[in-house]
């Protein structure tokens, strides 16, 4: 069974910094891309960042380039998201996400809130 989950979220202040971990078993971690998305009230959720197996291949929304960096550690079986310079509009819930054998998979998110 595919297991991902998040932690790190939390509440901090406009220009503020948080890391996001992703947590997986399940799957031979090291071969997966892992994706990370967003979902704010009343909106759809967004891909914000992606890492693939091989950790050059990295890509991110408009919204969150230099700001936002991504990283695995592939003998920990975890993924990170490095959020720097955040903005209000940058709350929301973040997950993690992965497809394994043509089914997605996800985690249950985590909170991400910012304000003064």
């Known amino acids: 069974q595919v297991y991902l989950a998040e932690s790190g979220g939390g509440l901090v202040q406009p220009g503020g910094s948080l890391r996001l971990s992703c947590a997986a078993s399940?799957?031979?971690?090291?071969?997966?891309?892992i994706d990370w998305y967003r979902q704010a009230p009343g909106q759809q959720r967004e891909l914000v960042a992606s890492?693939?197996?091989?950790?050059?291949?990295?890509n991110f929304a408009d919204a969150v380039k230099g700001r936002f960096t991504v990283s695995r550690d592939n003998v920990w079986n975890r993924a990170y998201l490095q959020m720097n310079s955040l903005k209000p509009e940058d709350t929301a819930v973040y997950y993690c996400?992965?497809?394994?054998?043509?089914?997605?998979?996800w985690g249950r998110g985590t909170q991400v809130t910012v304000s003064s």
């Open positions: 996400h992965t497809q394994h054998r043509a089914k997605d998979f």
């Open positions: 399940g799957i031979n971690f090291r071969l997966y891309t």
């Open positions: 890492i693939g197996s091989s950790s050059g291949s990295n």
